[in-house]
């Protein structure tokens, strides 16, 4: 009898809508785990797998072949919008502290030439400096920071950046500081994203659509609607805009319950073919960041 029951159950999820899905894995995000910071610590793939225990069986069977793939643990990013950017904003900083010592100082001052350089993007998309500037201070100074100590003498390690992306806006003087950084990292990134969108228009003619009337959009339009508000969540056209903007190279593995046997997963290759790709976990609606074990 059960295993009829979870028959019918894998027939239906088939029959699903994307919207339908969607929905499903919201409400599986909201009962498992209510409370989730902005970014979480590293967790191990069978925490993922709990959340599913009482849902498909369709998910359980491509979180144990991620694990099997070599995908050892996840970090949980908050679900409000924005999930997609910040995941990308944290990977791309730890990958960077992740640097072998003797190339470090050189890899940050590389990063820091290609931030110099979007942000006069950024200008030349039509947004005023002054709207730039504090946005890309803070992301400026957490890169510094990996090599210039602050004014506490501590430089960036991964459990200060994890830090500084759970700080609240309460407390000391300093979580008060810290907590400031990643709206803002968050908010470049967007800027970073309509830039690319705007500067390069012709290039994404055609592939700009209005998600809710499959409508054919100008640049201009989607970024209004699409980019630019905080807490909209980023489609295939934003991640690659992005891509494009940060030279980076990334993967994102959809979890999204359709088949048993593998998971899909969609590459972005606009960094060096010899840079390891950033990899992102998607479940409809949610982007997390998932992480491989070295020796896979």
């Known amino acids: 009898m059960a295993s009829e029951q979870e028959a019918s159950t894998e027939r239906q999820l088939k029959d699903y809508s994307v919207s339908e899905v969607y929905d499903l894995n919201q409400k599986l995000l909201n009962e498992s785990i209510p409370d989730v910071p902005p970014v979480s610590e590293l967790a191990p793939m069978s925490a993922l797998r709990a959340e599913y225990e009482r849902g ?102 991964s459990s200060r950046l994890l830090e500084i992306f759970q700080a609240k806006a309460s407390g000391n003087n300093y979580a008060i500081e810290d907590a400031s950084i990643p709206p803002n990292v968050v908010f470049y990134l967007r800027l970073l994203t309509r830039a690319q969108l705007k500067n390069n228009a012709k290039s994404y003619d055609g592939f700009l659509y209005d998600a809710d009337t499959g409508m054919p959009l100008d640049s201009e339009t989607f970024c209004n609607k699409y980019v630019d508000p905080i807490g909209v969540e980023a489609d295939h056209m934003q991640m690659t805009a992005l891509c494009r903007e940060l030279k980076l190279n990334l993967d994102v593995a959809y979890l999204d319950g359709r088949r048993a046997d593998s998971v899909d997963f969609v590459q972005f290759r606009e960094g060096l073919e010899s840079q390891k790709p950033l990899t992102l976990l998607y479940r409809p609606g949610h982007y997390d960041i998932l992480v491989k074990d070295e020796k896979s």
Not at 74 to 97: M, N, P, Q, T, W
Not at 121 to 129: C, E, L, R, V
């Open 56 to 157: 498909s069986q369709l998910f359980l069977s491509q979180i144990d072949w991620l694990a099997g793939q070599g995908y050892t643990h996840f970090r949980r990013a908050k679900g409000d919008g924005d999930c997609f950017y910040r995941s990308v904003a944290f990977a791309y900083i730890e990958r960077l502290l992740s640097t072998p010592q003797p190339e470090l100082e050189s890899a940050v001052t590389i990063t820091l030439s290609l931030l110099t350089a979007t942000k006069e993007n950024i200008i030349n998309a039509g947004t005023q400096a002054i709207v730039v500037d504090d946005a890309f201070e803070e992301f400026e100074n957490l890169i510094k920071n990996i090599i210039i100590p602050d004014a506490e003498q501590r430089t960036l390690t």
